[in-house]
């Protein structure tokens, strides 16, 4: 699978990022690259079970607007 890298980063591979999961009050959350926050979550499982949807939504999203600009 092709890996797409945002404009400015490195190739390579993507390193793993702790500080995107968090605890607070008894719930998880992850932050985004754009800084937004997302959450609750009741457990770490499912808050990380959420951020791969939300990596995997993004890059079905890319996918298909490299799609839509080789049609043009």
Known sequence: MLQKHREGDQGGRIPFRSGR????????????RE???RG???SRDEAEAALAQFVRSLQAE?????????QD
């Open 35 to 37: 800084g937004e926050d």
């Open 21 to 32: 999961m968090y605890y607070v009050n008894d719930e998880w959350y992850f932050t985004t």
């Open 40 to 42: 609750p979550y009741p």
């Open 62 to 70: 890319q996918d298909g607007a490299g799609e839509d600009d080789a």
